[in-house]
């Protein structure tokens, strides 16, 4: 991602419009912008300052201010506005009695504004239809408690049907603990077993994770606390007709000290090209109030448990505080095909616009043949016959975000390596020809791949003339990135192009492994060897017969290929060991077996090749 720094945009709102009969609006720390929204479709933006005050009978009256809260709902432009003030009501001049602090949210032809100050804090939800200008209020004063806030945060979705609109409010100040509530034919509403004071609904987004059409939600509590204050984001699936099941985990960021994750959650499109939607979580004032960002990727299930990316508000060049109070995602500000994010950094005065990259998604295979004949010598090496594999690696792209900075293809960087899982203290069983005089088991190589294609390199792979081990797969593992490419600038952009990467799955690894094993030639049921020692028979020796004693050993394989087969022989104490006659061709080595330092016998590994089946060894 990249940085820019915008200046703010000053937004054409009326200041002194008139606001009622009864109203004379003081606009002063209004704190305008405190929330913002933009409707996908059109850009229509909604920005309030829940502080706005309605002065009027302060100044005829000497009565408090009344706090209502003021949204403007303005044009794509940001020069036209109107003002929207649901709080104010015309006869009402005691702050707590009615309606107040509205801030908002935009959905489709809704406008759905919050009031926690509504009925001394029990709060309410206001939904503002854009098309008919009838604003309706939710009110219940029999189920949400006196000083619950409700309506601190908004967010509309489709619950009950894809094609229904439901809205739901948080009321993080529920009974201590908050809760969250979704306004559909009825009322109903959720909380986990929440801990005192999370503040549990602080932050309410409705998105749809799994793409099924309904929306599913994200809840935050930015005040949880383990030590103190770290922030916790829980998670709802829609099981259909808004019967929202809770996920087994909960999102916590890093779980830092003083974090606040969860102060905001917004979706932000689907920024990896996968079809499902990605959203951002911001932890404003963790490492010291710099602040940071996590990406959590949208999953068939549901939300990856673990953030796929942090951004902090330390790295990003600039002496950023608070980075991440505030996150607005789903709008493609450089065309790149991709959805853009924009973050807050309350502290210094500074809002950040992060581009997202296009993204190459890629398929990597390696083909390996079924098995590979260790007697039969397809190849040539150095002029000789040689065992050989072939080994395919490919790589299929789906590559549309390159067109947008004119790649032709991608560029795949490989590593390919071979065995990598033989016995531990044996060699490699293969090597590729890498025209050094090492034989290395690893090669590497690169390709290009262009969209809807696949694109193949064979390389050979060569089999030592010495292997002992027949019976363990052989394993090939590839590992693969994405190569520099070099972006061409369009003129007629305004924004110079970014590198493409690669994309990042569920189960995302760059590096993946396929087998194949030696052909069996088998003729016992198991593939079981059946090995016998057999010796000429002897049955005594005569003391004084003579110095050497002659031990004639056979071992021999009635069954299927053995594999490292090892012959243990055991002696009396005042017997010494003097040597093992043609060993050298036969493939044996012994050495002596001991124990508490006195020789006991020998421990002879036969064969430096496989053992064939019916094969005989004589020592
Ligand atoms: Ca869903
Ligand atoms: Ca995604
Ligand atoms: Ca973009």
Redesign the pocket.
């Known amino acids: 991602m990249l940085l820019l720094l915008f200046n703010f945009l000053h937004v054409g709102v009326m200041l002194d419009m008139p606001c009622g009969r009864h109203c004379s609006a003081e606009v002063e720390n209004q704190w305008l912008g405190v929330s913002l929204s933009r409707r996908q479709q059109d850009g229509l933006v909604l920005a309030c300052g829940h502080r706005w005050k309605n002065v009027y009978f302060t100044k005829k009256e000497d009565l408090n201010k009344l706090p209502h809260g003021v949204c403007y709902k303005l044009e794509s432009d940001l020069n036209q506005s109107s003002p929207l003030i649901p709080c104010y009501r015309d006869h009402e001049n005691k702050f707590g009695n009615d309606f107040a602090s509205c801030q908002a949210g935009i959905s489709n032809d809704l406008i759905v504004m919050g009031a926690p100050g509504t009925l001394y804090w029990t709060g309410s939800v206001f939904v503002h239809n854009i098309s008919s200008q009838i604003t309706s209020a939710y009110l219940d004063d029999n189920v949400v408690l006196y000083g619950s806030y409700l309506g601190y945060s908004v967010s509309a979705g489709h619950f009950l049907h894809p094609n229904s609109t439901e809205v739901v409010g948080g009321a993080p100040q529920y009974g201590q603990t908050g809760r969250v509530r979704v306004n559909t034919i009825c009322f109903f509403s959720f909380a986990p077993f929440s801990q005192l004071g999370s503040y549990f609904g602080g932050t309410v987004c409705a998105v749809d994770l799994n793409t099924d059409g309904l929306s599913d939600l994200l809840v935050g509590a930015p005040m949880f606390s383990t030590v103190r204050e770290e922030g916790r984001v829980y998670i709802y699936m829609n099981q259909g007709q808004a019967n929202m099941k809770e996920m087994e985990f909960t999102l916590a960021g890093r779980d830092s000290y003083a974090a606040r994750f969860g102060e905001s959650i917004t979706s932000l499109g689907?920024?990896?090209?996968?079809?499902?939607?990605?959203v951002a979580v911001g932890a404003p004032q963790e490492d010291d109030l710099h602040g940071a960002i996590y990406i959590y990727?949208?999953r068939k299930t549901g939300l990856g448990q673990y953030f796929s990316q942090r951004i902090a508000g330390s790295a990003l060049g600039s002496a950023f505080k608070m980075f991440g109070q505030s996150v607005s995602g789903g709008i493609d500000v450089d065309g790149n095909g991709y959805p853009d994010v924009a973050v807050g950094a309350f502290l210094s005065d500074s809002a950040v616009v992060l581009r997202t990259r296009a993204v190459v998604v890629v398929e990597a295979m390696i083909l390996l043949p079924p098995s590979v004949n260790r007697t039969h010598a397809l190849c040539t090496e150095n002029g000789q016959p040689a065992i050989c594999l072939k080994t395919s690696v490919c790589f299929h792209g789906a590559l549309k975000g390159l067109s947008h900075i004119c790649v032709p293809h991608a560029e795949i960087l490989y590593n390919l390596t071979a065995d990598v899982k033989h016995i531990e203290g044996l060699q490699s069983r293969f090597f590729f020809n890498t025209n050094g005089t090492e034989l290395s088991n690893a090669t590497a190589g690169s390709i290009k791949t262009r969209h809807g294609h696949m694109t193949c390199v064979t390389h050979l792979a060569f089999l030592r003339r010495d292997i002992r081990d027949i019976f363990t797969p052989i394993h090939f593992e590839l590992q693969y990135e994405l190569g520099e490419h070099n972006v061409v600038r369009d003129n007629s952009k305004s924004f110079p192009p970014l590198r493409p990467m690669l994309q990042r799955g569920e189960e995302y690894s760059n590096l993946l492994t396929n087998k194949t094993v030696f052909t069996r030639y088998c003729a016992w049921a198991n593939c079981s060897t059946n090995l016998q020692v057999t010796h000429r028979d002897m049955p005594y020796v005569a003391l004084g017969e003579g110095k050497t004693i002659l031990l004639n050993v056979t071992l021999s394989n009635a069954g299927d290929a053995a594999f490292l087969p090892m012959l243990h022989l055991r002696y009396p104490s005042n017997l010494y060991f003097i040597k093992v006659l043609d060993a050298e061709e036969k493939y044996v080595s012994c050495k002596i077996a001991e124990e508490e330092k006195r020789s006991v016998g020998l421990d002879c590994s036969v064969g430096n090749l496989f053992f064939n089946t019916l094969a005989k060894v004589y020592t």
């Open positions: 689907d920024i990896d090209d996968d079809g499902y939607p990605d990727n949208g």
